[in-house]
């Protein structure tokens, strides 16, 4: 049999796979990444028997929770925890502390004719591990920062990139008013943990710096915490130059593209083009103020006229023009105002090749 382990950094740069046992709330709560969630006990049952361990301690917890297993609840367990088993013979299982449901699980696949190992100090441990590890990481500084207007393409480099970490794609969001992927963003914790997770694995293959996409303190509902505020906001800047109709050509794609196909996924064209409609116009409506009154009201004179257009599959003149007056007249004139502050701190300007020829030739 595998011993226990306690070696979380040899989890984390191979990607052990893990059983997380711990109740669906805990596992949306915070995870570690890669955890496949197979309970004990459900939420219902955990808190209940909290209860009773907090108020009679834990051999009556116990007791109180085999009294509630039936035979068919086992049943269903074992068989979850079997298939994940069978699939990961390497992996490890855990609960928050390493404690009494890692022990019951253990005991319950040893009873089966399965021995399996868990990881020592369960959730907490790892945890701890990881937001100790990221602060660490932050306060190295062995970073770059891509910085770029909006629609540059920061996303594409950044994936062409061995040493970086996608801190937007980690948080399943592109950081912008616009910039929902129509998907559940992961908790804070969870995010947190990921992207400590990846910056140890890359950190782990090169010493060369790691590359990161500036970012503003929010990324959807995901909060970077101070600590990684002050490393992005001190690290050397390399900043992407992109052609302007290739941003639009991005932004059209990125937006109007992903939401559109989202769309599609749920509803009949009609009724996809009017869920996009209201997309775009809620968007707007919320950046109106920057915008100002008038700006806010030719761009919204203008949505119509683009639905009509991707109705009849021609050309979107109208869509191009919305997204140019946005970049030119909102975002761009933001992103000038926040590089003001940064000027003495690029150390590269160029395109997309020109940047991955400088970052291989400089940290060779």
């Avoid at 990607?15 to 915070?30: N, Q, S, T």
């Avoid at 301690?57 to 109180?64: E, H, P, R, S, W």
């Avoid at 919305?322 to 003495?344: F, G, S």
Wanted: hydrophobic share 40%; aromatic share 8%; charged share 25%.
């Amino acid at each position: 049999m595998r011993p226990d382990t306690d070696n979380l950094a040899d989890i984390i740069r191979n990607k052990i796979p893990l059983l997380d046992i711990r109740a669906p709330v805990e596992f949306k709560r915070g995870t570690v990444p890669g955890a496949v969630n197979v309970p004990l006990l459900n939420d219902q049952q955990r808190e209940v028997i909290g209860t009773e361990y907090a108020k009679n301690g834990q051999d009556a917890a116990i007791k109180l929770g085999l009294s509630a297993v039936t035979d068919e609840i086992r049943a269903n367990r074992l068989e979850g925890w079997r298939t994940f088993v069978n699939q990961n013979p390497d992996g490890y299982l855990f609960c928050f502390r390493g404690g009494l449901r890692s022990n019951t699980t253990q005991a319950w696949l040893r009873e089966s004719g399965i021995e399996y190992p868990k990881l020592i100090g369960g959730y907490k441990a790892m945890r701890s591990y990881l937001l100790e590890q990221f602060e660490q990481l932050a306060l190295a500084g062995n970073m770059l920062v891509m910085s770029a207007p909006t629609g540059s393409g920061k996303t594409t480099l950044i994936e062409k990139m061995p040493e970086s970490v996608d801190i937007e794609g980690l948080a399943k969001h592109r950081g912008s008013a616009f910039g929902s992927l129509f998907v559940e963003q992961p908790s804070q914790i969870s995010w947190e943990n990921q992207v400590t997770a990846e910056w140890l694995r890359v950190s782990s293959r090169s010493e060369r710096p790691v590359m990161f996409e500036a970012e503003s303190h929010l990324i959807g509902r995901v909060s970077l915490p101070k600590f990684l505020q002050n490393a992005l906001a001190a690290a050397p800047v390399v900043e992407l130059d992109t052609p302007l109709q290739e941003r639009i050509k991005n932004i059209r794609h990125d937006y109007i593209g992903t939401a559109m196909q989202k769309y599609r996924h749920a509803f009949d064209e009609e009724h996809s083009l009017l869920q996009l409609e209201s997309f775009v116009t809620d968007n707007l409506t919320r950046i109106q103020r920057r915008l100002g009154g008038a700006r806010y009201q030719r761009l919204m004179s203008l949505v119509p006229a683009a639905i009509d257009e991707l109705r009849m599959h021609t050309d979107s003149p109208s869509v191009d023009e919305i997204v140019k007056t946005l970049l030119l007249d909102y975002y761009d004139p933001l992103y000038a105002h926040k590089m003001q502050e940064k000027d003495n701190q690029v150390v590269f300007r160029g395109t997309s090749d020109e940047i991955i020829s400088w970052y291989n030739a400089t940290y060779s």
